[in-house]
């Protein structure tokens, strides 16, 4: 079974900013394109950010301009840098890796406080 590990989510007050990361194997990384989702209470899973393999990035509109999504392919690590947050990005992030068959990391808790 392979892993695929996210760490970075916490607490932090409106307007700050935290940096989620994803790991996984090379044999997992290389299949294209991966993505961050997340859920909120009460709420569908929404895709917030992905990235294809060529690189290229799309955003949530309610995210533009605030995350930026990233990976690293030496270290077969994809990264969500969130800035500006609001309380409604208040959240279980879970990143994915393979769009739209992949493979889900355990999901981290993101809560923004107001």
């Known amino acids: 079974q392979e892993k695929v590990v996210e760490s970075g989510g916490g607490l932090v007050e409106a307007g700050g900013s935290l940096r989620l990361s994803c790991t996984t194997s090379?044999?997992?990384?290389?299949?294209?394109?991966m993505g961050w989702y997340r859920q909120a209470p009460g709420k569908l899973r929404e895709l917030v950010a992905s990235?294809?393999?060529?690189?290229?990035?799309n955003y949530l509109d309610s995210v533009k301009g605030r995350f930026t999504i990233s990976k690293d392919n030496a270290n077969y690590t994809m990264y969500l840098l969130m800035n500006s947050l609001r309380p409604e990005d208040t959240a279980v992030y879970s990143c994915?890796?393979?769009?739209?068959?992949?493979?889900w990391g355990q999901g981290t808790q993101v809560t923004v406080s107001s």
């Open positions: 994915k890796m393979g769009i739209p068959i992949g493979y």
């Open positions: 990235i294809t393999s060529g690189g290229t990035t």
């Open positions: 090379g044999a997992i990384f290389v299949i294209g394109t």
